[in-house]
C-alpha cells in the first residue's frame, strides 16, 4: 500500500507521487534507532514523528533514482530549425553529496545548440533535479546533465556549469565558510573557445 504526502500532491514529485509505505516504514525504524544512537530519547513529543518525517524527506530528496530524466526531455521534444545558443542558467540545485549524505547547494547553467529539436525551458530545470535528487558528486551531476541531453535531443552542442557550496566543507570537516565549487563540462560545438566563452560571457552577465 502506498500513501502521499500529508493527502496532498507536491509537483516535485509527480514522478513517483506517493511514499512507498514499506520503504517508509522500514526507514523510520532505521531512523528511531539513529536518534536512539545518538543519545537522543526517541519517545519524546518533538521526535516522536521525526522517523516519519525525515523518511519521507530522504525519499523527496532521492526521487531523482525513480524518474528517467530522458523520458523528461522526450516529453517535450518539437522540431525547430534554431541553431542557436539556447541557455538556461541559475537552475537552483539541492542534491546530497554521497560522501556525508549533506547538502550541496547551488546553481546550475545549461546550454545547448539545436540540431533539428529543441525541448521545453522547463524540462532542462526538471533534467537538473532528477539527477540532484540522488546521492552525488558534483562532477558526476554536471556529466550527467550534460549526456543526457547530448544522447536524447543529439544537439550540435551542450555546456554544463554548476557552481555549489557543500555543507560538508562549511558545517563540518575542514569548516570553511564561503568555498564554491564551479564544475563544467562542454561537448560539441562547446569544444570551440569562442563558444565556450559565449556561453561563459553569457552566463556572467547580469540579466533581467
Ligand atoms: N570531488 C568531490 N568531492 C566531494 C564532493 N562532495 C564532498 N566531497 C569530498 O569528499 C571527500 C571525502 O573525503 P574523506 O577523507 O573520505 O572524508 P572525510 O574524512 O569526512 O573528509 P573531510 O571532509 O576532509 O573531513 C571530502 O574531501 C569532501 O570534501 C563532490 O561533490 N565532489
Ligand atoms: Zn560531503
Keep these: ?13 509527480t514522478k513517483i ?15 528511531k534507532k539513529v536518534l536512539e544512537l545518538l543519545g537522543e530519547d526517541a519517545e519524546r513529543e518533538g521526535l516522536e514523528k521525526t522517523p516519519l ?21 522526450r516529453s517535450a521534444m518539437f522540431k525547430e530549425d534554431y541553431k542557436q545558443m539556447v541557455i538556461v542558467k541559475d537552475i537552483e540545485v539541492y542534491s546530497m553529496c554521497e ?15 539545436p540540431n533539428g529539436y529543441i525541448t521545453g525551458l522547463s524540462k532542462i530545470a526538471r533534467v537538473v ?12 551531476l554536471t556529466t ?9 535531443l543529439s544537439p550540435l ?4 556549469v554548476i557552481e555549489a557550496q557543500h555543507m560538508c566543507m562549511s558545517m563540518r570537516g575542514v569548516q ?10 562542454f561537448t560539441g560545438a562547446f569544444e570551440n573557445l569562442a563558444t565556450r566563452e559565449e556561453f561563459i560571457r553569457l552566463i556572467s552577465a547580469k540579466t533581467i
Design 1 to 13: 500500500m502506498e500513501f502521499s504526502i500529508n493527502g496532498q500532491e507536491d509537483k516535485g514529485f
Design 129 to 140: 533535479d532528477a539527477f540532484a535528487r540522488r546521492l552525488q558528486v558534483q562532477e558526476r
Design 17 to 31: 507521487e506517493k511514499y512507498n509505505q514499506e520503504t517508509t516504514e522500514e526507514l523510520m525504524y532505521h531512523y
Design 144 to 152: 550527467q546533465i550534460k549526456d543526457c541531453i547530448n544522447d536524447t
Design 53 to 73: 518525517r525525515v523518511a519521507k524527506a530522504m525519499q523527496f530528496l532521492t526521487q531523482g533514482y525513480h524518474i528517467k530524466p530522458e523520458d523528461i526531455l
Design 157 to 160: 552542442g551542450v555546456a554544463v
Design 99 to 113: 560522501h556525508h549524505m549533506l547538502p550541496f547547494v547551488g546553481r546550475a547553467h545549461v546550454a545547448y545548440i
Design 176 to 185: 570553511k565558510q564561503n568555498s564554491i565549487t564551479t564544475t563544467s563540462d
